[in-house]
């Protein structure tokens, strides 16, 4: 099977359970989001993907081949993280010439066009970049790497707007034409909601959800009106979360959705998916 599979993981940091039996895959072929609210996990488990870190138990499989300290996998899969594991005293050109020694798949030519669409100056050392910068060479570097697998653990830390739109353009762009399988770790869910196809939830060490974004889009609702009202309505169904205005409320509601009352206060409308985050893990689970 072509995919990330992680069965039974578990980590645990003295007294912290980090992860708790976790089993998931991320198919070869598509774009997730790797949502979760800090400390939910996300890291730790991007970390025991790229082998930075171990399980206590557990493995993770990739393409087939258990990856733990696997050098079979080193060209199937490259994490961008916020931590910075990079020669701060290197230019950027001279990394990228490094990057294509030490990965075959590591398209320098591209490396090089991605930077000049984001006006990186690659003379200039790492430790000379701004933030945002030292984010826009680390995001041109994974993209450059032409490998199955990429993860993009908070990719636009730093990042202004215009700099945040080009690299989702150019991620998607790049995606059509090369079809991999992308991971993106964001608190910025509404920004990248556009390319996520499926999204995986994660709170507290466990998997909440792992589902299609459209289908969850679509089978999600908020329902608002007088008060009364709303929770007539709500009775018996998944209702994931309120908020609450003086005698008006607003319901969040995942599963089958039944028409309104032709009489009465009540009002349908969508759910992004920043509010469905957010109302899931308030309350835990589905």
Request: aromatic share 8%; glycine share 6%.
């Amino acid at each position: 099977m072509n995919a990330i599979q992680i069965k039974n993981v578990t980590k645990r940091y003295k007294d912290v359970t980090a992860l708790d039996n976790v089993s998931l895959a991320f198919e070869h072929g598509k774009i997730y989001g790797l949502l979760g609210r800090n400390g939910a996990g996300k890291s730790t488990l991007i970390n025991i993907i790229a082998n930075r870190i171990f399980a206590d138990s557990g493995e993770i499989v990739i393409d087939g081949i258990p990856a733990k300290e696997s050098m079979k996998v080193h060209e199937k899969i490259f994490c961008m993280s916020e931590t910075d594991l990079y020669d701060t005293g290197l230019k950027v050109r001279d990394h990228f010439k490094w990057a294509a020694r030490f990965y075959d798949s590591f398209n320098i030519e591209k490396a090089f066009d991605i930077a000049e669409k984001f006006n990186l100056d690659t003379n200039k050392k790492f430790k000379a970049l701004s933030k945002g910068y030292q984010s826009i060479f680390k995001l041109t570097a994974a993209m450059a790497l032409e490998v199955p697998y990429v993860i993009f653990d908070e990719p636009v830390l730093g990042l202004d707007a215009n700099h945040r739109e080009l690299f989702y353009h150019l991620l998607l762009e790049d995606y059509e034409r090369n079809e991999r399988t992308i991971i993106i770790a964001t608190h910025l869910i509404e920004e990248a909601a556009n390319l996520i196809e499926e999204v995986v939830l994660i709170d507290q060490g466990k998997i909440l959800l792992q589902d299609n974004a459209a289908s969850l889009l679509e089978e999600s609702c908020c329902v608002s009106g007088i008060e009364h009202e709303v929770d007539a309505y709500c009775a018996g169904k998944n209702v994931i979360g309120y908020d609450e205005l003086g005698n008006l409320k607003i319901a969040y509601i995942m599963g089958t959705k039944e028409p309104l009352p032709k009489t009465g206060s009540l009002n349908c409308t969508p759910v992004n998916l920043q509010k469905l985050f957010v109302k899931i893990t308030e309350k835990g689970g589905r």
